[in-house]
């Protein structure tokens, strides 16, 4: 793992290292490939798009012009082209640090996993700069390779030991190993230097394991008593108090502040209950009076556990973790995926299609399901799939992958109103209280 240290100022660097890039290309192609950069700077899709093809049909393998035709195809979700053409690229290019990165992305988006990771080394063998490092973390972590993606977090800060987002970064990565301690650190560094504030008390008491020090709760409440305070971050700071005097037993006073920072959810995320009731109805009414064809027996290796927000499924997954043939995947988001594929294929919304779907359909999207999910069964051969939203697809998963595991995690009404009043998620959520 190699990073860099730049020795002379920034703009000059970046005006050598494009001008190696761009060695191989004619002059008027060269003056093309810095006007296709500054249109892509400047968000001009079309034109950056036009001048770019017009490259590509005079140089077609050079490893920059096949560099930003896979930016292009990432940016418009291709990532087959994507990844076929920084392939090419990285054939030419071995040493760029961007392109590997790059690569990565589109081949976990392919769910081309082990190629992937291959290329995620390939760019942690190269020079790096601190946000070359911290890039590579944040999709090192978005792809579920936590131990590559603290490595990276870590190099970035060598290069900036006070970058604020690197700590934040390298303390998700503590926390999704199980090092809360070194997590809490990275939160309370951050506290102290007064740097993302909102965000590192949100994290340090979303650890749930650390207990807070003498003193930290006044800190916190002064923080949240901020005059200059962004929406977001009142939001957040206002989240963590409430956790905070919930686990003190001050249940009232939790209530008031987790209401308040609701109120600021619900204008960002309003809650249209009615079309969502229906929904729900059309599901089940779908399964109810259709008579489904299970597909073939498969699925012994998936452990689902369906229960609402907040109701008890980490838990039960830390304990069936525990198990030597347990992986604890968290929240997949492939089921969804899986159904909303489908329902683009057939040009009808779920669940207008279950009648005409039959068992090879079934066992089809199983299939797909069980591709998708793969990675998370490398070491261990059973995984969980807790995505509260799952439940919804219950009558899905029984036809698609009839030999499934279920727990179902229940949780009495009045507390699970309470709960989720604690709630704070970056999607619009399903139920609010």
């Keep these: 793992m190699r990073s860099k240290t730049p020795t002379r100022p920034a703009s000059e660097a970046l005006a050598a290292d494009l001008r190696k890039r761009l060695r ?29 093809l017009q490259l590509h049909n005079q140089a ?23 990844t076929n053409a920084l392939e090419q690229a990285a054939a030419e290019r071995q040493d760029d640090f961007q392109l590997w990165t790059k690569l990565a992305t589109a081949q976990g988006n392919l769910h081309a996993m082990a190629s992937a990771r291959q290329s995620f080394q390939r760019a942690a063998g190269c020079e790096g700069t601190a946000q070359d490092w911290l890039n590579l973390s944040i999709e090192c972590d978005r792809q579920g390779f936590y131990e590559e993606a603290l490595s990276a977090a870590d ?27 070194a997590a809490a650190n990275d939160c309370r560094t951050l506290i102290r230097l007064d740097r993302e504030v909102a965000r590192a008390w949100f994290a340090l008491v979303d650890l749930k394991t650390v207990a807070l020090h003498a003193g930290e709760r006044q800190q916190l409440e002064a923080a949240t008593q901020r005059s200059v305070l962004t929406v977001a971050d009142r939001q957040l700071l206002d989240f963590a108090y409430g956790q905070v005097l919930e686990d ?20 960002g995320n309003p809650w249209h209950g009615a079309g969502f009731a229906n929904r729900v109805r059309a599901i089940r009414a779908a399964f109810d009076q259709t ?24 838990l039960i997954e830390q304990v069936l973790a525990a198990h030597p043939m347990v992986e604890g995947a968290s929240e997949l988001p492939y089921l969804a995926q899986v159904i909303d594929a489908e329902s683009r294929r057939r040009g009808k919304p779920f669940p207008a299609w279950i ?45 698609m992958l009839p030999q499934a595991h279920y727990r179902l995690s229940p949780r009495p009404a009045g ?19």
Excluded at 24 to 44: C, E, K, N, Y
Excluded at 291 to 314: A, K, W
Aim: positive net charge.
């Design 24 to 52: 191989g290309l004619t002059p008027p192609q060269s003056v093309l490939m810095r006007q296709i950069i500054r249109r892509h700077a400047a968000g001009d899709r079309q034109g950056f798009a036009l001048d770019l």
């Design 60 to 82: 077609p393998n050079h490893p920059e012009v096949l560099f930003w035709m896979g930016i292009m195809h990432s940016e418009n979700a291709d990532w087959r082209a994507a």
């Design 155 to 181: 190099a970035a800060l060598r290069l900036d030991r006070h970058s604020a987002v690197a700590l934040l970064q390298r303390a998700r990565c503590h926390k999704a190993l199980g090092n809360a301690e």
């Design 248 to 267: 003190a037993g001050e249940f009232a006073a939790a209530l008031a502040v987790f209401q308040r920072a609701n109120a600021v959810e619900r204008i």
């Design 291 to 314: 008579e489904v064809s299970q597909g073939r027996p498969q699925g012994r290796e998936v452990i689902f556990l369906v229960g609402l927000p907040r109701s008890g499924s980490t």
């Design 355 to 399: 009648s005409q779907a039959s068992a090879e359909d079934w066992t089809r999207l199983g299939q797909h399901y069980l591709q998708l999910s793969a990675r998370w069964r490398e070491q261990k051969p059973i995984a969980t799939d807790k995505l509260p939203d799952n439940w919804q697809y219950v009558g899905a998963i029984r036809a």
């Design 415 to 433: 507390n699970l109103l309470v709960l989720l009043q604690a709630a704070v998620c970056s999607r619009p959520r399903h139920l609010q209280p």
